[in-house]
């Protein structure tokens, strides 16, 4: 079997598709993208795969190492990205020609299904109670909120009576009956940190991510030593090297490698074999699309560590289209208890919609994130 042909689209709400064709007919889905860098990520996809069209789309390992270790530079965003989605439709088409899901040729899954958690708008009191009691009326048993919005290395204590006022809220509408996650997308300095990390403990949630950027593992460490709540972080980690430093470090209890980020299916396996052997949970980050979601969860199906699932239903980014939109068997993504079984089709183990698609590919999108900036003009983190 050889790959013959490749196709990109770049779907609404903010996605980017592969297509990999086999000359035995044998098609695999991958979702190569990098928020607010699709374009270029698009370029990084064509430059690899280039470099694969007539080759054996089964040497996934060797087709790995050849796409990260035969350039001279390597790792970041862009190129890991691309490498992800790569991946993707290789172990896609594998389970496809021995109809068997991915897990099955991972060694066989340890669970069948995962808790999923929902991301929850609204950083007005009563509006996040609103949008809280939606979720939980769905069945979802852990949600996740944003904790700040930008701050300055120094900052009023206003921003953080928000986010204590709407946590008062949170527990006395609902107790201990959900769990909260709450990320703070690395917009906070340590002086701040330090403070919020003390401040948030009597609400017991049940991770803060990002509390610093993962840049800044010193004062990630520092952290750590201040509190008992446990700490995530890994969406902007894109590869087993740049978690060997965040598991040495001994502050981090809960990895997120996104599975469109950080090389696929076949990085994010060894990512979090390391991380159990420190006693580390992973909750692979996916705000994206139906494909990505899909990799995880055989990922999922595979990592004993694997504690809960990020997913994008309804999620704020998703206005124009949403994660169901694209697949063609909307039940395998059907939510119960706030859980989602494995998918168990060939594969990534969904169908997906090539028609619509391709008809979605014709708007595209140009989506980029905000620039925000402190009130002296000055750069604030996003």
């Given amino acids: 079997m050889k790959i013959i042909a490749y196709e990109l689209f770049k779907v609404p709400p903010r996605w980017l598709f592969l297509k990999i064709v086999t000359d035995e007919g044998i098609i695999g889905w991958g979702e190569p993208v990098l928020e607010g860098k699709a374009d270029t990520v698009c370029a990084a996809v064509r430059e690899l795969m280039d470099t694969l069209i007539g080759k054996n789309p089964m040497d996934i390992e060797d087709h790995w190492n050849m796409m990260y270790r035969g ?23 594998k389970g496809k020609f021995y109809n068997a899901p991915i897990y099955e040729l991972l060694g ?65 509408r609902f107790g201990n009956q959900i769990n909260v996650g709450i990320d703070f997308h690395g917009r906070v300095h340590k002086p701040m940190a330090k403070i919020l990390v003390k401040k948030l403990e009597e609400y017991n949630p049940i991770f803060i991510e990002e509390p610093l950027l993962s840049e800044n593992m010193e004062g990630i460490e520092q952290l750590a030593k201040l509190t008992h709540i446990p700490i995530a972080l890994g969406e902007r980690l894109f590869s087993r090297w740049d978690f060997k430093r965040v598991l040495e470090s001994r502050a981090v209890d809960i990895i997120q490698p996104d599975l469109s980020h950080a090389g696929g ?29 899909a990799a995880c969860l055989q990922l999922d199906a595979v990592a004993h560590n694997a504690a809960i699932q990020e997913q994008s239903l309804g999620i704020h980014y998703n206005t124009s289209n949403d994660l169901l939109d694209y697949v063609s068997n909307r039940e395998v993504f059907s ?10 089709g060939p594969g990534l183990g969904i169908t997906v919609d090539e028609d619509y698609v391709k008809k979605m590919s014709l708007i595209g999108h140009d ?16």
């Fill in 265 to 293: 299916i076949t990085e994010c396996r060894k990512i979090a074999s390391m991380a159990e052997a420190y006693d580390v949970a992973i909750a692979p980050h996916c705000p994206l699309g139906p494909i990505a979601l």
């Fill in 367 to 382: 989506w980029h994130n905000p620039i925000w900036r402190n009130e002296d003009g000055s750069i604030a983190e996003w």
């Fill in 335 to 344: 939510y119960d208890r706030g859980m989602v079984k494995i998918p168990s």
């Fill in 71 to 93: 350039g001279f530079y390597r790792g970041g965003p862009i190129l890991m990205s691309a490498i992800a989605g790569i991946d993707q439709a290789l172990w896609d088409i």
């Fill in 108 to 172: 066989g899954k340890c669970r069948t299904e995962i808790e999923v958690y929902s991301w929850v708008g609204g950083d007005e009191p009563q509006v996040i109670l609103e949008e809280i009691q939606k979720v939980v009326d769905l069945g979802f048993r852990t949600i996740k909120i944003n904790g700040t919005n930008s701050m300055r290395y120094l900052d009023s204590y206003a921003e953080i009576d928000a986010l204590l006022e709407r946590m008062d809220l949170i527990r006395e």
